[in-house]
């Protein structure tokens, strides 16, 4: 099993910039891929980015350009750095994690953090 605990959600003005950190605890030298989700009220949850243990990374792209994940193995921690933040991405932000080598994405089946909220005022 893997345990994952995100951090740094707040509220934040249009254009700032905030900081997510997942934790993850367990088996992690089990862990192929890491992402982060979210999920704005009323809407389905969404794919953020992924980054592989080999550190390819993915970006929906409506956070291309703005947002930058990483990941350091040693401290089996993954970030998500969130710039020129705007309203519409106000929504809970998922950390998630699977052990199946070759998925990148990983399922709801597979491993997911609590939840942290993110809210960008106007």
């Known amino acids: 099993q893997v345990q994952l605990v995100e951090s740094g959600g707040g509220t934040v003005q249009a254009g700032d910039s905030l900081r997510l950190s997942c934790a993850a605890s367990?088996?992690?030298?089990?862990?192929?891929?890491m992402a982060w989700f979210r999920q704005a009220p009323g809407k389905q949850r969404e794919l953020v980015a992924t980054?592989?243990?080999?550190?390819?990374?993915y970006y929906a792209d409506s956070v291309k350009g703005r947002f930058t994940i990483s990941r350091d193995n040693a401290k089996n921690t993954v970030d998500l750095q969130m710039n020129s933040l705007k309203p519409e991405d106000t929504a809970v932000y998922y950390c998630?994690?699977?052990?199946?080598?070759?998925?990148?994405?990983?399922?709801?089946?597979?491993?997911w953090g609590q939840g942290t909220q993110v809210t960008v005022s106007s």
């Open positions: 367990g088996r992690t030298f089990s862990v192929y891929s």
């Open positions: 998630a994690a699977t052990s199946k080598y070759g998925r990148t994405v990983p399922s709801m089946s597979d491993y």
């Open positions: 980054i592989t243990s080999y550190g390819s990374t």
